[in-house]
């Protein structure tokens, strides 16, 4: 992938002062220009680990190894922390009938299913469906808020120093919107409002892409919390790497 030097050194020195209202035009180009990276990605493979409010409780961090290709997208997740370790999921838009496949983990590692992605038992436990899964959805949620503050004229922004994330090589800020017009739920609603209330973004500095993103509501709440650890980008992943025949995997 081909990154702007320029853009690159900017942000690196880019002073830790005081917010300014809206978005400055150093945060917002250096999230345009993410986004503009994030289009030469093909496919990539990470660890990715996720904490969520689930109805007002907060569950515990779990951590899967994730292979994900952009087109037809397609996600394939190995559960490899203490919580359900060895379960799999498997989804590729526009194959098995549009559901997402499952293949439990221990002693039900003989079953396998065949789950709505947006039905009540594929989200039990999580806030986003296998069809976000990732880090250009992560990416796209920061975008669309940073554009709606641009827009609006609103929202402070404060870049902070480098911080450890557990790899070195980041740079994070903080972005806080509007408390009251802020959504309650997960879905897209209308008119736009803001994700959550505060983010907490962590960016990798060589290839601008998140590496780990923490969201508040409006209480000041954690809503959701996402790591991306060990990626790779543009591997080259093939058709079976999210085949569940796949003499790997144990669907």
Same mark, same amino acid.
Request: charged share 25%; glycine share 8%.
């Given at each position: 992938?081909?990154?702007?030097?320029?853009?690159?050194?900017?942000?690196?020195?880019?002073?830790?002062?005081?917010?300014?209202?809206?978005?400055?035009?150093?945060?917002?180009?250096?999230?345009?220009?993410?986004?503009?990276?994030?289009?030469?990605?093909?496919?990539?493979?990470?660890?990715?680990?996720?904490?969520?409010?689930?109805?007002?409780?907060?569950?515990?961090?779990?951590?899967?190894?994730?292979?994900?290709?952009?087109?037809?997208?397609?996600?394939?997740?190995?559960?490899?922390?203490?919580?359900?370790?060895?379960?799999?999921?498997?989804?590729?838009?526009?194959?098995?009938? !549009?559901?997402?496949?499952?293949?439990?983990?221990?002693?039900?590692?003989?079953?396998?299913?065949?789950?709505?992605?947006? !039905?009540?038992?594929?989200?039990?436990?999580?806030?986003?469906?296998?069809?976000?899964?990732?880090?250009?959805?992560?990416?796209?949620?920061?975008?669309?808020?940073?554009?709606?503050?641009?827009?609006?004229?609103?929202?402070?922004?404060?870049?902070?120093?480098?911080?450890?994330?557990?790899?070195? !090589?980041?740079?994070?800020?903080?972005?806080?919107?509007?408390?009251?017009?802020?959504?309650?739920?997960?879905?897209?609603?209308?008119?736009?409002?803001?994700?959550?209330?505060?983010?907490?973004?962590?960016?990798?500095?060589?290839?601008?892409?998140?590496?780990?993103?923490?969201?508040?509501?409006?209480?000041?709440?954690?809503?959701?919390?996402?790591?991306?650890?060990?990626?790779?980008?543009?591997?080259?992943?093939?058709?079976?790497?999210?085949?569940?025949?796949?003499?790997?995997?144990?669907?």
């Amino acid at each position: 992938m081909k990154f702007a030097a320029a853009v690159l050194t900017f942000f690196l020195f880019l002073p830790a002062s005081s917010p300014a209202k809206g978005p400055p035009a150093s945060a917002t180009s250096l999230i345009d220009k993410a986004w503009e990276n994030w289009h030469d990605v093909e496919d990539y493979t990470c660890v990715f680990s996720k904490q969520e409010r689930i109805r007002g409780e907060l569950l515990p961090e779990r951590t899967v190894f994730m292979k994900v290709r952009e087109d037809p997208f397609s996600v394939y997740m190995k559960w490899i922390g203490s919580y359900r370790s060895g379960q799999e999921a498997l989804y590729v838009s526009g194959q098995n009938n !549009g559901e997402l496949k499952v293949h439990r983990g221990g002693i039900l590692g003989i079953i396998n299913l065949n789950l709505d992605p947006e !039905g009540e038992l594929a989200m039990k436990s999580s806030r986003h469906s296998i069809t976000e899964a990732g880090i250009g959805h992560t990416l796209r949620l920061i975008r669309e808020d940073f554009l709606l503050a641009r827009k609006n004229g609103e929202g402070e922004i404060t870049l902070v120093a480098e911080e450890d994330v557990n790899a070195p !090589g980041v740079r994070c800020f903080r972005a806080e919107f509007p408390p009251e017009r802020v959504k309650t739920g997960t879905k897209k609603e209308s008119p736009r409002e803001y994700y959550g209330a505060v983010s907490e973004i962590c960016l990798d500095t060589a290839t601008l892409l998140p590496r780990s993103v923490t969201i508040y509501d409006s209480t000041g709440e954690l809503l959701e919390k996402y790591r991306y650890r060990d990626v790779k980008l543009n591997v080259g992943l093939t058709e079976l790497d999210f085949d569940p025949d796949n003499p790997e995997y144990g669907f």
